[in-house]
């Protein structure tokens, strides 16, 4: 081992990462783990003693409900992780951005956003079917309130069945026969390296993702100087303009995983794109737009509060299009 490498994992002061406990949670964290200990120039084998992983069982993971809509508000799938953060047990917390409240408890911060990976829905059916080759009637098992709302407004002649669970659970209750497909977040798919598994992406213009899929969210306490630094080092300015333009509407709209909203900010040749939409639980009224913030630097001070501000603009018009209507869909989720 190179010398100058040897002092630096000498000098260097374990940050401890906190994650819930399910499969996908916990290799999102590895991943992460990975990403700072090559920006912090540690080797790969010293990276579990320099960046010690502590699970948690979250609240959403507890609760049996057949769906999240019966027992969520905010923070379902967080709260506990928070908590190891502000007492002091962890330094850094890896979270799924999609389960993330649009505020954050005081004294945690945003420390960075990875690269984004897949945002797409992946339909998984045994025989690989494609979304328009379901036959009328396929029992279609999901629990996402955005997901059902969606497939009653496209399908509306497909039976939808409860389906909770990490990925592994519900590939198995698929696998079982509990439904003929069902719908995963292909990035998941991705992160776990589950290529065994038959499955159809969706392109947006099908299923609009919910709002921070393929996002992870590292967190860090306020006054944690050498968490905010490192993870600063990982950051990614194209995701964090998506992810501030999608959480900005997230937070304008007063969403949670109740409400069935979808969202997708991209970018293509430095211009930022958003596009939104809002629900009746059952498919009945949908109302969406389209936003646009143009090519600038990157770089620039502002430019994050410049796509917050098309996230808010967005939020806005949605509610106005959406009328009378607004309040029903967002008190029937």
């Known amino acids: 081992m190179a010398t100058g490498l040897?002092?630096?994992?000498?000098?260097?002061?374990?940050?401890?990462?906190?994650?819930?406990?399910?499969?996908?949670?916990?290799?999102?964290?590895?991943?992460?783990?990975?990403?700072?200990g090559e920006a912090a120039g540690i080797a790969p084998e010293d990276r579990e003693v320099a960046f010690p992983l502590k699970t948690y069982v979250s609240t959403g993971d507890k609760l049996l409900a057949p769906s999240l809509s019966e027992i969520g508000g905010k923070g379902l799938f967080t709260k506990e992780v928070e908590d190891a953060l502000l007492s002091g047990e962890a330094d850094i917390a890896v979270h799924s951005m999609k389960d993330m409240p649009a505020e954050m408890p005081d004294g945690l911060i945003l420390a960075a956003v990875p690269a984004r990976e897949d945002y797409r829905d992946a339909l998984v059916s045994p025989g690989g079917l494609t979304f328009d080759a379901l036959p009328e009637g396929a029992r279609i098992g999901t629990s996402s309130i955005r997901r059902r709302a969606q497939l009653s407004r496209l399908r509306p002649d497909v039976t939808l069945v409860p389906m909770r669970g990490n990925v592994g659970t519900r590939l198995d209750k698929l696998a079982r026969g509990e439904a003929d497909a069902t719908f995963l977040a292909e990035a998941g798919l991705k992160r776990l390296g589950r290529d065994d598994v038959t499955r159809t992406p969706l392109s947006p213009d099908i299923m609009l993702p919910a709002p921070g899929q393929g996002i992870l969210c590292i967190q860090a306490r306020a006054d944690n100087e050498a968490a905010l630094e490192l993870c600063a080092r990982i950051n990614c300015q194209d995701t964090a303009l998506a992810s501030t333009a999608e959480r900005a509407l997230v937070k304008k709209l007063d969403a949670s995983c109740r409400t069935p909203l979808a969202a997708l900010a991209t970018l293509n040749d430095g211009e930022l794109s958003l596009r939104a939409e809002i629900l009746m639980p059952d498919g009945t009224s949908h109302f969406g737009g389209y936003r646009e913030l143009p090519a600038q630097d990157r770089s620039a001070p502002g430019v994050l509060h410049a796509a917050g501000l098309i996230g808010e603009s967005l939020a806005r018009h949605l509610i106005e299009e959406a009328g009378d209507q607004f309040t029903r869909i967002f008190g029937a989720s």
């Open 6 to 36: 040897v002092i630096a994992i000498m000098s260097f002061k374990p940050l401890a990462i906190a994650s819930r406990q399910s499969p996908l949670a916990v290799r999102q964290a590895e991943l992460v783990r990975d990403l700072l």
